[in-house]
């Protein structure tokens, strides 16, 4: 088993950056890959960006060029850096364990002037 829990969500302008982060435990951290996903209020889920173990990352489209994904494996924590933000980047943003199948609680960001 391994706990999630999620941080660093918040209200911010357009144009604007926030940098969540992932805390895990319980887990062999530096085997598992991990993921950022969000909900929008009325719609799916989505996968936002990837990471595996040995570092390799994917993006969703609509992110692309705006937000990166990293890992420390020291700190056993997953990060996503989010710049350029959008009004529909709004939404519940969860960090999941693909090897446990876990997720966190989630983190509220809001994207709005």
């Known amino acids: 088993q391994v706990q999630l829990v999620e941080s660093g969500g918040g209200l911010v302008q357009p144009g604007g950056s926030l940098r969540l982060s992932c805390a895990a435990s319980?887990?062999?951290?530096?085997?598992?890959?991990m993921g950022w996903y969000r909900q929008a209020p009325g719609k799916q889920r989505e996968l936002v960006a990837s990471?595996?173990?040995?570092?390799?990352?994917g993006y969703a489209d609509s992110v692309k060029g705006r937000f990166t994904i990293s890992r420390d494996n020291a700190r056993n924590t997953a990060y996503l850096q989010m710049n350029s933000l959008k009004p529909e980047d709004t939404g519940t943003y969860y960090c999941k364990s693909f090897v446990y199948h876990s997720w966190g609680q989630g983190t509220q960001v809001t994207v709005s002037s």
């Open positions: 319980g887990s062999a951290f530096s085997i598992d890959a």
């Open positions: 990471i595996s173990d040995d570092g390799r990352t």
